[in-house]
């Protein structure tokens, strides 16, 4: 596997730069194709239910939005976890949010009996699938320039503006979740809060710097108030979609008997990522990492082929 690491040599999506199989990314590049995988195993079972274009159109949609949020939260995990590393997932990542609109909108059209016009007056007719056409247009120039001769092309910071694309998106991807949304709405609210979360450590992280927002305690108040916030959050979402006083919802995040609740899983999440951060920390620094540690705001080298680091967020 020690192929040259000339910058023109070409690698696979499980190599690292120097052209040396790399773990981390041969999981995320098997793992990106997991939920589509098991799709087609689902048809080929025929458990994909009577309207299986819908049900590919739904799996696909919150693939595509999961994936977006996991590439978003690359930059702040890789200085809150010291694993700069990280970076070299993005891609692959970005590109399976692409491929997974692509594939919902495909089976969209699959669900309309492939009955083109139909499906464009649809697009328009409805504002959820118009936020949804923007949202697969305004990740199209991502996609297309997610390579390294690309990036060479714009120049490193056109490359990046280009790709701050990615906060507008992950806004209206998860307005368009939610305005589809008819009665479960624990999902869309989960990725929205996790959506302002990371663009909150973004602002934080251009106004205070990366290092002092990527810290322990850092991590846990920014973290504890967003689990606070989804709380109310959902308080504000049941009232203005069906008046219920925030007296009566907020009470359900004590209540085990009322389900899982929005703020539970933001909650969880914020335990996890502490739980990485204080054991890497405990890890022996490699390096690259400890390089990191003392500069966070200075971004690994990109990868040296022609898969370049996907979308800059
Ligand atoms: C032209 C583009 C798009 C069209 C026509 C479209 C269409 C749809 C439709 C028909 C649904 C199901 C609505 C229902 O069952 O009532 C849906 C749900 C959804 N879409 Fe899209 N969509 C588009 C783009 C996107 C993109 C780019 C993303 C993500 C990046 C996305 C994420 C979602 C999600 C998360 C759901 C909810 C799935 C669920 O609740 O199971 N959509 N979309």
């Given at each position: 596997?020690?192929?040259?690491?000339?910058?023109?040599?070409?690698?696979?999506?499980?190599?690292?730069?120097?052209?040396?199989?790399?773990?981390?990314k041969?999981?995320?590049?098997?793992?990106?194709?997991?939920?589509?995988l098991?799709?087609?195993?689902?048809?080929?079972?025929?458990?994909?239910?009577?309207?299986?274009?819908?049900?590919?159109?739904?799996?696909?949609?919150?693939?595509?939005?999961?994936?977006?949020?996991?590439?978003?939260?690359?930059?702040?995990?890789?200085?809150?976890?010291?694993?700069?590393?990280?970076?070299f997932?993005?891609?692959?990542?970005?590109?399976?949010?692409?491929?997974?609109?692509?594939?919902?909108?495909?089976?969209y059209?699959?669900?309309?009996?492939?009955?083109?016009p139909?499906?464009?007056?649809e697009?328009?007719?409805?504002?959820?699938?118009?936020?949804?056409?923007?949202?697969?247009?305004?990740?199209?120039?991502?996609?297309?320039?997610?390579?390294?001769?690309?990036?060479?092309?714009?120049?490193?910071?056109?490359?990046?503006?280009?790709?701050?694309?990615?906060?507008?998106?992950?806004?209206?991807?998860?307005?368009?979740?939610?305005?589809?949304?008819?009665?479960?709405?624990?999902?869309?609210?989960?990725?929205?809060?996790?959506?302002?979360?990371l663009?909150?450590?973004?602002?934080?992280?251009?106004?205070?710097?990366?290092?002092?927002?990527?810290?322990?305690?850092?991590?846990l108040?920014?973290?504890?108030?967003?689990?606070?916030?989804?709380?109310f959050?959902?308080a504000?979402?049941?009232?203005?979609?069906?008046?219920?006083?925030?007296?009566?919802?907020?009470?359900?995040?004590?209540?085990?008997?009322?389900?899982?609740?929005?703020?539970?899983?933001?909650?969880?999440?914020?335990?996890a990522v502490?739980?990485?951060?204080?054991?890497?920390?405990?890890?022996?620094?490699?390096?690259?990492?400890?390089?990191?540690?003392?500069?966070p705001?200075?971004?690994?080298?990109?990868?040296?082929?022609?898969?370049p680091?996907?979308?800059?967020?």
């Amino acid at each position: 596997m020690n192929r040259s690491a000339t910058p023109a040599a070409r690698l696979y999506p499980w190599q690292d730069r120097k052209g040396e199989f790399s773990a981390l990314k041969a999981i995320v590049f098997v793992g990106v194709f997991l939920p589509g995988l098991w799709l087609v195993a689902r048809a080929m079972m025929g458990t994909l239910g009577p309207r299986q274009m819908i049900e590919i159109n739904h799996q696909t949609g919150l693939w595509a939005v999961r994936f977006l949020l996991l590439t978003l939260a690359i930059t702040p995990l890789r200085h809150v976890w010291r694993w700069p590393e990280l970076v070299f997932v993005r891609r692959t990542l970005g590109n399976a949010v692409f491929a997974y609109g692509l594939i919902h909108l495909v089976a969209y059209a699959g669900d309309l009996a492939w009955d083109v016009p139909k499906v464009i007056s649809e697009i328009f007719a409805r504002v959820y699938l118009t936020i949804g056409l923007m949202v697969l247009i305004l990740l199209t120039p991502l996609a297309v320039t997610s390579t390294n001769g690309m990036m060479k092309r714009m120049g490193g910071l056109n490359w990046r503006r280009l790709h701050h694309l990615v906060y507008p998106i992950i806004l209206l991807a998860a307005l368009h979740f939610f305005l589809q949304s008819k009665l479960g709405v624990t999902e869309p609210i989960v990725i929205t809060a996790v959506a302002i979360w990371l663009l909150t450590w973004r602002l934080l992280a251009a106004w205070l710097g990366e290092a002092r927002i990527a810290t322990l305690p850092a991590t846990l108040a920014l973290g504890a108030t967003m689990t606070v916030a989804t709380a109310f959050g959902e308080a504000l979402y049941y009232y203005l979609k069906i008046g219920v006083a925030f007296s009566r919802v907020l009470p359900t995040n004590f209540n085990p008997a009322a389900g899982i609740r929005p703020a539970w899983i933001i909650g969880g999440i914020v335990l996890a990522v502490l739980a990485v951060a204080v054991f890497r920390r405990f890890l022996p620094a490699k390096k690259s990492a400890r390089r990191s540690a003392r500069q966070p705001g200075v971004a690994a080298k990109p990868e040296a082929s022609s898969q370049p680091q996907g979308n800059a967020a």
